[in-house]
């Protein structure tokens, strides 16, 4: 008899945020060395967690988040209390996190600006620093928790979640565009199609086709991750970061831990990098199946699992009482 082919594993929104969270933890130990050369005498080859040896996040040990993963745990805390994403009440959040002189998180310039603006009376919706820094398009994967009315809502959200640190064109794009690569991913389609169909979309303005195009090169070329990754620029800016992603989702399309181990041993910003390689690998992939250790040791986990377990049985409920009742 013909062997029964094993059900295909799915994805939840659940890996999604905790794929986005692991790709920014992953990062903490080597992030923002830029020398490749002295990253590898540091570290050798980094398959795990490690606390950072830069002065940038002091205070902060193996397993924890950088400034990114803060600002997303952030946004999780947000939504799970109200079940749903409201810019006016994660500003309130946010604002109140940084002005606490306890916070242990970086303050970057996006943020420091951010802040200046708020403090002189600007409305979030126009707080945003000139910043093109692509972190500012990281904190997006827990709106794939909320029950939204239709992806264009969820669109919208990541912009408006995006904009309200960042008002980079490019960066605000990029948030849109791989929330699209997750959705399409997550309905059934591969990493390279749903990144060739999203490109492909006539509606970019400030993300230019060469980008992906670029990656599809170095994908296909005889260079090492970490040699295409220095080329396309190792810098938080949105057209060296953005190319790199899409590289190391080209390249490694089916197998997550790869794709994030490379990019944080490449150097640079990684950290901004990996949490969108996260949240697509995430929707490609359950976390469960990544390195063990990953999860385990992940400090916040525990919280994540707990705001995430709020958000599901809010999603329910709200089905439950949008459905018709039984005659």
């Known amino acids: 008899m013909p062997r029964l082919s094993s059900p295909p594993v799915v994805s939840s929104p659940s890996d999604i945020v905790l794929g986005s969270f692991v790709g920014d933890a992953l990062a903490l130990g080597p992030h923002w060395i830029y020398h490749q050369k002295e990253l590898r005498q540091k570290f050798g080859h980094i398959n795990g967690y490690l606390p950072p040896a830069t002065a940038y996040h002091a205070g902060k040990t193996a397993?924890?988040?950088?400034?990114?993963?803060?600002?997303?745990?952030?946004?999780?805390?947000?939504?799970?209390?109200?079940?749903?994403?409201?810019?006016?009440q994660f500003a309130d959040t946010w604002r109140e996190h940084w002005e606490n002189p306890g916070t242990v998180s970086y303050r970057d310039g996006a943020t420091k600006s951010t802040l200046a603006h708020l403090k002189s009376g600007v409305r979030p919706e126009a707080a945003a620093s000139a910043s093109a820094d692509l972190g500012g398009?990281?904190?997006?994967?827990?709106?794939?928790?909320?029950?939204?009315?239709?992806?264009?809502?969820?669109?919208?959200?990541?912009?408006?979640?995006?904009?309200?640190?960042?008002?980079?064109?490019?960066?605000?794009?990029?948030?849109?565009?791989?929330?699209?690569?997750?959705?399409?991913?997550?309905?059934?389609?591969?990493?390279?199609?749903?990144?060739?169909?999203?490109?492909?979309?006539?509606?970019?303005k400030a993300i230019p086709m060469e980008w992906v195009a670029a990656a599809r090169l170095s994908a296909?070329?005889?260079?090492?991750?970490?040699?295409?990754?220095?080329?396309?620029?190792?810098?938080?800016?949105?057209?060296?970061?953005?190319?790199?992603?899409?590289?190391?989702l080209l390249r490694h399309p089916d197998t997550p831990a790869t794709g994030l181990m490379e990019n944080i041993?490449?150097?640079?910003?990684?950290?901004?990098?990996?949490?969108?390689?996260?949240?697509?690998?995430?929707?490609?992939?359950?976390?469960?199946?990544?390195?063990?250790?990953?999860?385990?040791?992940?400090?916040a986990v525990r919280?994540?699992?707990?705001?995430?377990?709020?958000?599901?049985?809010?999603?329910?409920?709200?089905?439950?009482?949008?459905?018709?009742?039984?005659?």
């Open 265 to 299: 041993n490449a150097g640079g910003d990684s950290a901004a990098r990996g949490m969108l390689l996260g949240l697509v690998y995430g929707a490609a992939r359950p976390v469960a199946s990544w390195p063990a250790k990953w999860l385990a040791e992940l400090n």
């Open 220 to 248: 296909l070329s005889k260079a090492t991750d970490a040699e295409a990754l220095e080329e396309h620029g190792l810098t938080c800016h949105v057209p060296d970061a953005f190319t790199s992603i899409c590289h190391l």
């Open 303 to 327: 919280e994540i699992h707990a705001l995430a377990a709020e958000l599901s049985c809010t999603r329910r409920e709200n089905f439950q009482s949008n459905s018709p009742g039984k005659l």
């Open 63 to 88: 397993g924890d988040f950088t400034h990114y993963g803060d600002q997303t745990l952030l946004v999780l805390r947000s939504i799970a209390g109200l079940g749903k994403f409201d810019l006016h």
């Open 137 to 204: 398009a990281a904190r997006i994967a827990p709106l794939f928790l909320v029950n939204w009315e239709n992806d264009a809502c969820l669109y919208s959200a990541a912009r408006s979640l995006t904009g309200f640190t960042h008002s980079d064109p490019a960066v605000i794009e990029a948030a849109e565009f791989f929330v699209r690569v997750a959705l399409l991913i997550q309905r059934g389609s591969g990493i390279p199609a749903a990144l060739q169909q999203v490109v492909a979309l006539p509606h970019w």
